[in-house]
Structures are given as structure tokens and as C-alpha cells.
């Protein structure tokens, strides 16, 4: 990768010449892109992470040139697959919608792009964490998941009998903009009171007036008994735990797996909201429904794009 946009970690052997039996997977962010080559089996090869976020089709010269050195390295394949954030369309030609700095995803060829010789599936990064998930993470063998990414905002996937729920356009699965508090302020999909809003990190500035910039400064200050900041947290988790509970009711999860940049705080977020879940959910077994903690990291959309792309070759 000459262009010096790359840090790539993880070698295996290559297997130049060789066996030519692999997928590509590629998660498009905002400012980083994350790239994996895996076996069909799901052992990763190679990761790479590509800082994509300097110009406009930076991510466009930075993901060819990924799929140029893959070849380069185990010969030609035809199993490539593409996680992006907005709306995909259910046949995986593309992105339809997104708002801000991506929406220059939206409508773009990437088979075309790419040259590749087979259709490159395109799925909704949250989607395509999940099915990472459900592959090779938290949810391996399970049939019925929910995922939420708590990040910037919140993402959300469903994994139902077995396979990922599109619905008529591809917006199923957008849990982030599920209404907990119809009096509350918007969110950029215009959604009042959203669960974005209750615990992303974009807005915990206008959740503490102004005294966090981030959600780890938060849970730092959580951590360390600052009784405001107990106060703020505690109620982003009590909504969330509402959220859940309904989405529970409606989908029956066997689990639901927590990801993203919040889910990185590990017991200070896990701990209460299990707590808050044994005052809202429904439980007529008599047991919860287990939150769980995502396994595969910044990892899971390319990986799960990788699989995507396997699973569309071979059906």
C-alpha cells in the first residue's frame, strides 16, 4: 500500500500464487475505513485500516487500492462486500440514503469501482456488525439478535430466524431513532427524543450543559463518584433500558449484543443497565433477555461484509 494511507496489522502468511479461496471485506467510515481478507471459514488473513477522511474520494482511491494489493497477494476473488453507514437497498446494489460528510456514498457503483467481475453486495454498517457477530463474535449459532452501536449515534441491526431484517427499503434495523420521549429535542432524522439523542455521543454536550464533550470524559467522571455526571449517565442508561425493553417485546431476541465506541465502557455501562432492565422488562419465563457486549470491536462491519459477500457467492 504505497500511498501511505494504511496501518495494517495481523499478518498471516501470504498465500501469493496460491490458493485464490477468500473474501474482502470493507467498512466505510467517516474518517477511517477498516479492510479484512479472510478464509471462507472466517480466519482473518489481513486488516488494514485506511484513513479515508482528508478529501472527498480519498475512501474511493484507498478501498481500490486495497482490493489491487489483496489480489496482488493471493491472486483474483469473487467474493467482495461493502459495509457503509445509511440506508442500503435490500438487493445490496447500494446505499440510497445518508446525510452529512457521507452522503457521497449514496448511489455509488462500487462493483463498477472495484471492477469486479461479480455483483459487491452493500450493507448498512450496523447490519453488517451483526452479521460479523452472528459469524465469528457474540452471536455464533444464535438465530434471533439485536444489536444496537452506540458511537457518535446509535446504530442498530435485527438477525431474525436466521437472517438480517431489511424490510420493504432497507431501513429496518435503524433503532437509533426509536421515539423514548416525544417531547424531546430532535435528532438530525428529525426523530423528537430518540435513543441517539439519550446516549449518543454527539449530543452529551447538550445533555450536560456543556461540561463533557465526549461520553468517556462522562464515564470517567462516573467513575470517579462526580454525583452530576452520575445523574446524566444514569438517566441516558434508564432510557436506553426502556428502548430495549420494548424492542425485546416486539422481537423476542435470544440476546442482544451492545457495540461501538460507548459499549467501550465496559462495567460502568453493562452493570447499570442491567440493573435498569429489571424494572422494565417483561419477563414471563421468568429470565431476561442477555445484554451482551459485542466481541469483534472496530472490526465487526468488515468482517461481516466480508461475509455477506461469501454468503451471496455461494447462494
Known sequence: MADGRSVTANFLPSRKGGNNMYAIGIDIGGTQTKAVRVTPDGQVLEQTQLETGDTD???????????THC?????????????????????????????????????????????????????????????????????????????LTLGTG?????????????????????LGHITINSSGPKDICNTSGSIEHAIGNYSIAERSDGRFTSTRQLVE????????????????????AVALASIINVLDP?????????????AALFKPLVNAMDHVEWRPTGQGVPIVAAQLGPWAGAIGAA????????A
Open 154 to 174: 446509535v446504530g442498530g441491526a435485527i438477525y431474525t430466524n436466521g437472517k438480517l431484517l431489511k424490510g420493504h427499503t432497507g431501513r429496518a434495523g435503524h
Open 71 to 147: 489480489i496482488s497477494e493471493q491472486g483474483p476473488t469473487k467474493h467482495i462486500g461493502v459495509s457503509c453507514p445509511g440506508i442500503a437497498r435490500p438487493d445490496g446494489s447500494g446505499i440510497s440514503w445518508m446525510t452529512g460528510r457521507m452522503q457521497r456514498v449514496v448511489d455509488f457503483d462500487f462493483t463498477r469501482h472495484l471492477q469486479s467481475q461479480n455483483h459487491v453486495p452493500v450493507l448498512n454498517d450496523a447490519m453488517a456488525a451483526l452479521l460479523g457477530e452472528v459469524w465469528q463474535g457474540a452471536a455464533n449459532g444464535l438465530e434471533n439478535v439485536v444489536m
Open 307 to 314: 461475509f455477506n459477500a461469501l454468503k451471496e457467492g455461494h
Open 221 to 240: 467522571a462516573v467513575t470517579r463518584d462526580d454525583v452530576q455526571a452520575r445523574e446524566i449517565w444514569q438517566t441516558s442508561i434508564d432510557q436506553l
Open 254 to 266: 435470544q440476546c442482544i449484543i451492545i457495540g461501538g465506541g460507548v459499549a467501550q465502557s465496559g
Open 57 to 67: 474520494n480519498a475512501w474511493q482511491v484507498a478501498i481500490k487500492d486495497w482490493v
